[in-house]
T-cell receptor, first 111, second 113 residues
């Protein structure tokens, strides 16, 4: 049973465009919703995270939108840059314990 | 302030040998998590440890795999009698007590020949 479904699997965006990645989850016990960024050969790095008591959080060019009733959250990257080219993972968590990773979205930003 | 450290970064083992992967958490972090990543896939949780205690090992294969986080020294993930299917990247993450945020190391890439 797949607890976390991430889409799309891959995404190609032009420089300056908006990248949108979606994550749907099943476990209502999740109470922390992070996005991680991973470059080839590196470990995942925490990008931005949200708690269910707010519907949106913005940090620079990165925004998380959260829809509790639909059990979905998304990552928006504004003004996408070639340096944003990486694999992005949603990884919701319940109770300060294990992260449950989606399968990842490979983002390519063309110059 | 050093991040999470893992060694070795690359490890090659023949089938049947043992693999030992080490993880030193960030300073002040008392919680350690191990995850495994197969090519082109997301990370899969293996085990969650605090000093001298295994909190959750629900993602750990029942045989050949073990983990520890002693009072002194790094956390160790041990794989006995490795098989080709164990080839993967193994990541360690750490977090301070009471925090949701997990910080990952650079990983150990295990290749079983």
């Amino acid at each position: 049973q797949q607890q976390v479904k991430q889409s799309p699997q891959s995404l190609i965006v032009q420089k300056g465009g908006i990248s949108i990645i979606n994550c749907a989850y099943e476990n209502t016990a999740f109470d922390y919703f992070p996005w991680y960024q991973q470059f080839p050969g590196k470990g995942p790095a925490l990008l931005i995270a949200i708690r269910p008591d707010v519907s949106e959080k913005k940090e620079g060019r990165f925004t998380i939108s959260f829809n509790k009733s639909a059990k979905q959250f998304s990552l928006h990257i504004m003004d996408s840059q070639p340096g944003d080219s990486a694999t992005y993972f949603c990884a919701p968590q319940g109770g300060s314990e294990k992260l449950v990773f989606g399968k990842g979205t490979k983002l390519t930003v063309n110059p | 302030n050093a991040g999470v450290m893992q060694n070795p970064r690359h490890l090659v083992r023949r089938r049947g040998q043992e693999a030992r992967l080490r993880c030193s958490p960030m300073k002040g972090h008392s919680h350690v998590y191990w995850y495994r990543q197969l090519p082109e896939e997301g990370l899969k949780f293996m085990v969650y440890l605090q000093k001298e205690n295994i909190i959750d090992e629900s993602g750990m294969p029942k045989e050949r795999f073990s983990a520890e986080f002693p009072k002194e020294g790094p956390s160790i993930l041990r794989i006995q009698q490795v098989v080709r299917g164990d080839s993967a990247a193994y990541f360690c993450a750490s977090s301070p007590r009471g925090s949701n945020e997990q910080y990952f190391g650079p990983g150990t890439r295990l290749t079983v020949t």
